[in-house]
């Protein structure tokens, strides 16, 4: 049974910075692609950062430049460093395990497993 775990959220000021983990099991981590997704109140689920079992790292136009997503396979983990915070990054983010990243929306983007969500809250 695949299950992921997210942490690391916060209530955070604006231009401030979080960490977010995403403990995996069930699955062998280090063959699957991982990604971090969100879903601001009131608004579809959106695409925020994926990296393949490469290292082959995808992320949305909205974060580029101040999210990073890294792995460490010996851990299970996955992690996303967010920096320079907007208040449009309030949202609940899903962390989310699949065979490899689509770069589609349309089945997920190639993702088969989510975990329950972290809440970020950036405040001004």
């Known amino acids: 049974q695949v299950q992921l775990v997210e942490s690391g959220g916060g209530l955070v000021q604006a231009g401030g910075s979080l960490r977010l983990s995403c403990a995996a099991s069930g699955r062998t981590f280090s063959s699957d692609a991982m990604g971090w997704f969100r879903q601001a109140p009131g608004k579809e689920r959106e695409f925020v950062a994926a990296?393949?079992?490469?290292?082959?790292?995808y992320y949305a136009d909205s974060v580029k430049g101040r999210f990073t997503i890294s792995r460490d396979n010996a851990k299970n983990t996955a992690y996303l460093e967010m920096n320079s915070l907007k208040l449009e990054d309030t949202a609940v983010y899903y962390c989310a395990q699949g065979p490899s990243y689509s770069g589609s929306a349309f089945g997920d983007y190639g993702m088969r497993y989510w975990g329950k969500g972290t809440l970020v809250t950036v405040s001004s």
């Open positions: 990296i393949n079992w490469s290292g082959s790292r």
